[in-house]
T-cell receptor
Framework: EAQVTQNPRYLITVTGKKLTVTCSQN?????MSWYRQDPGLGLRQIYY???????DKGDVPEGYKVSRKEKRNFPLILESPSPNQTSLYFC?????????????FGQGTRLTVV | QKEVEQNSGPLSVPEGAIASLNCTYS??????FFWYRQYSGKSPELIMF????GDKEDGRFTAQLNKASQYVSLLIRDSQPSDSATYLC???????????FGSGTQLTVLP
């Protein structure tokens, strides 16, 4: 089954404690991205990756890091989480071509930073 | 100006009516346009995509694109209570690098 898998689904952590949210896709997609979703703000892109070892900042990259060492994995790293990073996070993947590029989303990770 | 703008709503329509959702975008070179439906706390799911000017119909859904006006809309005919959700407009810009979302329109279909 084609899917994007995020883990964990729910996470409560304390300010400053480094954490990683994993994302893996089994569709051989080149393009992967991370979004955060906050009430009234829609989905805002944090980082995206066009292929292995190629990453770029999205609209709200501050406080986040990513890496793309393998095509299937695109982890999101919060080195020192803060309460304003409490949000619902989605990982997505799609093929590189611009046309017919439905984005496949993971199930979401609800992060609370206290 | 936001790259992709939607009326946040909420929009309420009675069951059986037509719901009309609108979206404008700022990048004139944008190539691909998508409508996603999202239920509360769930992942967005794709319901329509459109690339060419005009209308595209799929069941009860019709997407309309007008590139000259930089405007894309979604019509839902015979609205059902199960259509109650947030609808997200998304656009792939001219660089084809980013899929940008609007803030979403919350739709409620009243029985």
């Amino acid at each position: 089954e084609a899917q994007v898998t995020q883990n964990p689904r729910y996470l409560i952590t304390v300010t400053g404690k480094k954490l990683t949210v994993t994302c893996s896709q089994n569709m051989n997609h080149e393009y992967m991205s991370w979004y955060r979703q906050d009430p009234g703000l829609g989905l805002r892109q944090i980082y995206y990756s066009m292929n292995v070892e190629v990453t770029d900042k999205g609209d709200v990259p501050e406080g986040y890091k990513v890496s793309r060492k393998e095509k299937r994995n695109f982890p999101l790293i919060l080195e020192s989480p803060s309460p304003n990073q409490t949000s619902l996070y989605f990982c997505a993947s799609r093929p590189r071509s611009a046309m017919n590029t439905e984005a496949f989303f993971g199930q979401g990770t609800r992060l609370t930073v206290v | 100006q936001k790259e992709v703008e939607q009326n946040s709503g909420p929009l309420s329509v009675p069951e059986g009516a037509i719901a009309s959702l609108n979206c404008t975008y700022s990048d004139r070179g944008s190539q691909s346009f998508f409508w996603y439906r999202q239920y509360s706390g769930k992942s967005p799911e794709l319901i329509m995509f459109i690339y060419s000017n005009g209308d595209k119909e799929d069941g009860r859904f019709t997407a309309q694109l007008n590139k000259a006006s930089q405007y894309v809309s979604l019509l839902i005919r015979d609205s059902q209570p199960s259509d109650s959700a947030t609808y997200l407009c998304a656009v792939i810009g001219g660089s084809a690098r980013q899929l940008t979302f609007g803030s979403g329109t919350q739709l409620t279909v009243l029985p």
